[in-house]
């Protein structure tokens, strides 16, 4: 459950609970879905052009909106978590999916109608394996919303390719090597293949990014 001080707040004072380290980080997944889901769209059939691609990125920034309700100290924490720890961490998707369902409810304001779908399965599912072996649900495949699964793929390519309190950033190629080895496990094969594709634009972006520190 949220805190009771949450209802009646605007999305922009939930924002503000998060550590600045993560906003950026929610920034930049933000940019590069938005650049991937425009290579997708130019892919699609024109039967398909009415998806709403053009928003995924709006709509990925908040996929860690949940680590508003997370210890901003266990967030910054260096060295390794626990695993208590961890699972504390890992309850962000579920916290998001009770802000969501307070946003539909009008107990939480401000945030764009548009948006709340998309947001929400950016949010709640991004941490979900094609696999199954993901969380907090265990869904597979087609199960994981599409925009979920695009968001996985730049949540853990920023995450790897950004300097944290507790290592230091990872090289483009060593993420990319990470995305393909797995590709059909924790990711979507197809979406692996499109990110890949265009490494070259998503290399370019990562160095002109603002990167966590």
Not at 18 to 45: C, E, F, T, W
Not at 139 to 160: E, G, K, N, W
Request: glycine residues 4%; charged residues 20%.
């Amino acid at each position: 459950m949220l805190p009771a001080q949450t209802i009646g707040k605007n999305i922009k004072d939930i924002i503000r609970l998060i550590p600045y380290d993560q906003i950026r980080h929610m920034s930049n997944v933000g940019i590069l879905v938005d650049v991937m889901a425009n290579k997708i769209m130019q892919n699609v059939p024109r039967t398909a052009a009415s998806y709403p691609y053009r928003h995924f990125g709006h709509a990925a920034f908040y996929h860690d909106i949940g680590k508003a309700y997370i210890s901003q100290e266990l967030l910054s924490k260096q060295g390794k978590l626990t695993a208590e720890e961890t699972q504390a961490v890992q309850q962000h998707t579920l916290l998001a999916q009770e802000l969501f369902y307070q946003i539909r409810e009008r107990k939480i304001l401000g945030f764009p109608e548009y948006l709340i779908s998309l947001s929400h399965d950016a949010a709640v599912y991004h941490h979900e394996w094609w696999n199954g072996q993901g969380y907090p649900f265990g869904l597979s495949h087609d199960q994981i919303p599409f925009i979920s699964r695009v968001t996985a793929i730049c949540d853990a390519y920023d995450a790897m390719t950004s300097t944290r309190t507790y290592r230091r950033a990872y090289s483009h190629e060593f993420a990319c090597e990470e995305l393909e080895k797995k590709s059909g496990i924790q990711f979507d094969p197809e979406l692996v293949k499109a990110f890949l594709a265009n490494e070259a634009e998503f290399l370019s972006l990562a160095a002109r990014r603002v990167t966590a520190v």
